[in-house]
Antibody
Framework: QLQLQESGPGLVKPSETLSLTCTVS??????????WGWIRQPPGKGLEWIGS???????YYNPSLKSRVTISVDTSKNQFSLKLSSVTAADTAVYYC??????????????WGQGTLVTVSS | EIVMTQSPATLSVSPGERATLSCRAS??????LAWYQQKPGQAPRLLIY???TRATGIPARFSGSGSGTEFTLTISSLQSEDFAVYYC?????????FGQGTKLEIK
């Protein structure tokens, strides 16, 4: 059974870079059928897609965050990572990693990691 | 950008009754719509994709319908474990956008 697990610092200072890693177990991140994505949820609010990456390194980013986001993949470790630069309090959220299919018309998110809360505060 | 609007924001229903949740897209998304359930402190769980196909392991009391811009999630007989927040998500266009959620609470 495929499982995803987020990891990284729970506290980041304003103007610094948020860095998180998602470790995939029970399956290969190098599958040709899937993209691997990051989604966030501010406390008490809704869900926002951040971006997705294919095992080859091809990426899609949310235009609203694109200037600050970098997603990378390490197939040798079965991991992919998120970096969000110049963070502010508005970036405080639970960050989830999730998988979606590569093909148009099949890009729902399943499964999801359990999520990790990142607080931006000095 | 496709805006997804869910209604109502909060729905109060008694256990055993039917719940109907709505999701509207600002432009057609064909049948490329998914529904998720989120309980407090948990990640969202996929319920429905393709507007009407239940995900693996999802009980038959959950059903989805609609196409184009209007979609409905129906829970036929509410169980205690169904009280949660429900989100719709379009994946017809990139980037994918989620609705703001409907909180289903016990009446």
């Amino acid at each position: 059974q495929l499982q995803l697990q987020e990891s990284g610092p729970g506290l980041v200072k304003p103007s610094e870079t948020l860095s998180l890693t998602c470790t995939v177990s029970g399956g290969s991140i190098s599958s040709s059928s899937y993209y691997w994505g990051w989604i966030r949820q501010p406390p008490g609010k809704g869900l926002e897609w951040i971006g997705s990456i294919y095992y080859s390194g091809s990426t899609y980013y949310n235009p609203s965050l694109k200037s600050r986001v970098t997603i990378s993949v390490d197939t040798s470790k079965n991991q992919f990572s998120l970096k969000l630069s110049s963070v502010t309090a508005a970036d405080t959220a639970v960050y989830y990693c999730a998988r979606h299919e590569k093909w148009n018309g099949k890009r729902w998110f399943d499964p999801w990691g359990q999520g990790t809360l990142v607080t931006v505060s000095s | 950008e496709i805006v997804m609007t869910q209604s109502p924001a909060t729905l109060s229903v008694s256990p055993g009754e039917r719940a109907t949740l709505s999701c509207r897209a600002s432009q057609s998304v064909s049948s490329n719509l998914a529904w998720y359930q989120q309980k407090p402190g948990q990640a969202p769980r996929l319920l429905i994709y393709g507007a009407s196909t239940r995900a693996t392991g999802i009980p038959a009391r959950f059903s989805g319908s609609g196409s184009g811009t209007e979609f409905t999630l129906t829970i036929s007989s509410l169980q205690s474990e169904d009280f949660a927040v429900y989100y719709c998500q379009q994946y017809n266009n990139w980037p994918p956008f989620f609705g703001q959620g409907t909180k289903l609470e016990i009446k």
